[in-house]
């Protein structure tokens, strides 16, 4: 229904039903051989919601209502900004779409407002199930709860100190989030993609670490960093993002965002020639490799999200199997809609069980060793 609208228009669309509650909720429980625990933390299911859909947090218990494991916000950056002039976005009939957005959102004030409101609602959540008995937790295992929340943070496209934006970002969200990502991999925003280099990276990851461990925490520590990177890189730029990731001890790595090359099944097409980045499923290969090389490069040693071209249960599985801890989708979302969450895992289960993975952490990396 929605792709009788123009591209933009149906995604707002789209995150205000969810951010409403017009959308389905998810009642069963999750299949027991794809729950899984990652940085202390307990997702009941791998598949995740990219960054992108939910730019301003409006939407997070909806979207985890669907039945995603875990659903990440943003970019946001410190100062709201209209982004790239429209049109920005353009669908592609191979499951793909092309976008230049440029960070379009309505900064840090409006989007730690909404969290704050939301972690109340969300630890009232936790507190209740904690206190119930053990045949309701046995009962709830499993099930669409609080969910796992991740907060993508980006830089304005006019700031000269990118790392100041993401102190900024850390210093006033990371309360709020279950792991953070420092995104320097958007084509879209002139100059972010350069962050990606040895010694810039390296800089930047010290002083945004710094940033995060400096405030006060409880018990759970501070919310993991991930750094999520493009799938446009050299073997040589891979091997420093490595060395980087593994010098500092870097909580993880998402790959990846999405790519400015046009791969065959779609460069025959005239919108191919629209300048932005490309996802859906002509990016599945591409990203799918670049894990592979990542997850050799880094040993197995840190949690990789696998992301691009996600669009089915089979999919998530080549990217748990290429080194994958956890997969996100976006672009798959936005073609199938709230029916393809429980699809999905669904079929993830199965090809787990048919392989004779009793759970995700046996799979993880299997065609990389």
């Known amino acids: 229904m929605t792709q009788l609208f123009d591209p933009e228009v149906a995604h ?5 039903a969810a951010a409403h509650g017009w959308i389905p909720r998810e009642k069963r429980p ?48 410190p100062v709201p900004q209209e982004g790239n002039p429209k049109p920005r976005i353009f669908r592609l009939p191979e499951g793909a779409i092309i976008n230049r957005c440029g960070f379009n959102g309505e900064g840090i004030v409006a989007v730690a407002k909404r969290l704050d409101a939301q ?52 210093h006033t969200l990371s309360q709020y989030a279950d792991y953070l990502v420092i995104n320097v991999s958007s084509p879209n925003t002139p100059g972010l993609r350069m962050l990606q280099g040895r010694k810039q ?52 790595l998402i790959i990846s965002n999405t790519t400015v090359s046009r791969p065959d099944s779609v460069s025959k097409n005239p919108v191919a020639r629209e300048v932005g980045g490309l996802s859906g499923k002509p990016l599945f290969n591409l990203s799918t490799n670049i894990l592979k090389e990542m997850y050799v490069l880094t040993k197995g040693k840190i949690p990789l999200i696998g992301c691009g071209g996600v669009s089915s249960g089979g999919d998530a599985y080549q990217k748990i199997r290429a080194g994958a801890t956890l997969v ?14 429980p699809q999905i895992k669904a079929e993830l289960a199965e090809c787990l069980e048919r392989d004779g993975f009793k759970s995700i952490t046996e799979a993880v990396g299997v065609d990389c060793r």
């Open 328 to 341: 996100q989708l976006y672009t798959a979302f936005g073609y199938g809609g709230p029916a393809l969450i």
């Open 201 to 252: 990276l390296e800089d930047l990851v010290k002083k945004v670490q710094a940033a995060r461990d400096e405030m006060q925490w409880g018990k759970e520590g501070p919310p993991p960093l991930l750094v999520k990177i493009a799938p446009d890189l050299s073997k040589e730029d891979l091997e420093d993002i490595a060395a980087v990731a593994l010098a500092l001890c870097l909580d993880g």
């Open 30 to 77: 999750d299949p027991s051989n794809i729950g899984l625990e990652v940085w202390g933390r307990k997702f009941s299911n791998p598949i995740g919601l990219a960054a992108g859909f939910d730019k301003n947090a409006e939407a997070v218990d909806g979207l985890l209502g669907l039945g995603f494991g875990f659903v990440e916000v943003g970019s946001v950056t």
């Open 12 to 16: 707002r669309l789209a995150v205000s």
């Open 119 to 170: 972690h109340a609602k969300r630890k009232l959540v936790e507190t209740s199930r904690n206190s119930s008995s053990s045949t309701d937790e046995a009962k709830h295992r499993g099930k669409a709860g609080p969910g796992i929340l991740g907060v993508n943070l980006g830089k304005n496209k006019t700031s000269e100190d990118a790392a100041a934006d993401y102190v900024q970002g850390v």
